[in-house]
């Protein structure tokens, strides 16, 4: 069944989402975790998730 969570804003995309893992108490949706857990220092996205990440960590 549905669950009743609420959508929470993930803090990388900064879209509403439901399926959304909490790191660090900051909500980030699965589709970003899984890319900054691929993403390479080559990728241009890398330069972008570690700067959304240092806001946090
Ligand atoms: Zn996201």
């Known amino acids: 069944m549905e669950s009743c ?3 929470q804003t993930c803090i990388v995309c900064e879209k509403e989402r439901r399926d959304v ?14 890319d ?3 993403v390479k220092p ?4 890398y330069d972008f998730y570690i ?5 946090i960590w």
């Open 5 to 7: 969570k609420e959508p």
């Open 21 to 34: 893992l909490l790191i660090l108490e900051q909500p980030i949706c699965t589709i970003c975790e899984q």
């Open 36 to 38: 900054i857990v691929g």
């Open 42 to 45: 080559t990728d241009r996205t």
């Open 51 to 55: 700067a959304r990440l240092k806001e």
